[in-house]
């Protein structure tokens, strides 16, 4: 139990908060480098259509950035395990930033 007390106390909101807007920057970031070069979109779309990407994306990333906010709390004692930790928080930031974009381009650019 001890253990567990000071993990909660090492996390603080100021922390999170900073790893979650990293990771919507370089969803944000990724996205616009995306969509925004693209100067005649189908007229289906309506005149807003830009708006669910450049949110959703964020939003999503900035959940799956928590991934290395937590890796830096589990300290393997192997370096076999640092490596497996790193590879874990490194797919779990990368299929956020897919989800994020198939949910943010669903019914405009993928349709």
């Known amino acids: 139990m001890n253990r567990i007390s000071e993990f909660l106390q ?39 259509w830009r708006v669910r990407p450049l949110t959703l994306t964020p939003l999503i990333t900035a959940f799956g950035f ?5 890796k830096e709390y589990i300290q393997p004692k192997t370096d076999g395990g640092k490596i497996l930790v790193f590879l874990i928080s ?13 949910l943010g381009l669903d019914g405009t650019l993928w349709n």
């Open 90 to 102: 490194t797919l779990a930031f990368v299929v956020s930033l897919w989800m994020g974009f198939v």
């Open 66 to 70: 928590l991934a290395f906010f937590l």
């Open 10 to 48: 090492q996390i603080t909101l100021k922390k999170v908060l900073i790893r979650m807007a990293i990771g919507a920057l370089i969803g944000l970031a990724l996205m616009a480098l995306f969509i925004l070069p693209i100067r005649d979109p189908n007229p289906e779309w309506g005149s807003n």
